[in-house]
């Protein structure tokens, strides 16, 4: 089946500027996670939904970033007034969170968004 | 909090070579590890995880144990090859009663280049 999908692939904006990023999860996963990857560095938490709510937001930077995912599918992160240090690519990722004895999570991530902010 | 750190890169080898990642952790709670693979123009693949001590994960001739007493999760490959190259991420994730700490907390990353 088809795997999580993230649009725009590339983005370029003017600082200061409203970003909206999109990701599209595997059917079924009730679990979804936003993650940023700066150049050189390992990607970063910024959020996690169990189904329409964000259960975990702790990794947003500050408050200009926002993420909705309205009807527990389909996830927008929203970014506004962005400046250069936003510039990263972004991953989405979902996965079917379910305990069997054990939690089984396993996390499958988009191919991203490159974010550029000029 | 949760951290991760593995072994800088680039590491070059040549094929066939026998392959260590080293990736030690701190975490508050027991965790669940992991290492991604990145290959070129590719997104992020699980390549294999551990959830429990003395787990030993495995996947395409890769391995990796979980040792609680030394906080490490190395990767190990006894013959890497040409297809081998890319980006190589320690993960790890805290398994809780629910909610929250559920993100993946990853290293840095090592770049491995594989040379014929």
């Known amino acids: 089946g088809a795997g999580v999908s993230q649009t725009p692939s590339n983005k370029v904006t003017e600082k200061g500027k409203y970003v909206e990023l999109r990701c599209d999860p595997i059917?079924?996963?009730?679990?979804l996670y936003w993650y940023r990857q700066s150049l050189g560095q390992g990607p970063e938490f910024l959020i996690y939904f169990q189904g329409t709510g964000a259960a975990d937001d702790s990794g947003l930077p500050n408050d200009r970033f926002f993420a909705v995912r309205p009807e527990g599918s389909v996830s927008t992160l929203k970014i506004q007034r962005t400046e250069r240090g936003d510039s990263a690519v972004y991953l989405c990722?979902?996965?079917?969170?379910?305990?069997?004895?054990?939690?089984?999570?396993?996390?499958?991530f988009g191919p991203g968004t490159r974010l550029t902010v000029t | 909090g949760n951290s991760v750190t593995q072994m800088e890169g680039p590491v070059t080898l040549s094929e066939e070579a026998f392959l260590t990642i080293n990736c030690t952790y701190t975490a508050t709670g027991y965790p669940s590890l992991f290492w991604y693979v990145q290959y070129p123009g590719e997104g992020l693949q699980l390549l294999l995880k551990a959830t429990k001590a003395d787990d030993k994960g495995s996947n395409k001739g890769f391995e990796a144990t979980y040792r609680k007493e030394t906080t490490s999760f190395h990767l190990e490959k006894g013959s890497v090859q040409v297809s081998d190259s890319a980006v190589y991420f320690c993960a790890l994730s805290d398994q809780g009663s629910g909610g929250g700490a559920d993100g993946l907390t990853f290293g840095k990353g090592t770049h491995l280049i594989i040379q014929p």
């Open positions: 059917s079924g996963h009730t679990a």
């Open positions: 990722a979902s996965s079917l969170r379910i305990w069997v004895g054990v939690l089984i999570y396993e996390q499958y």
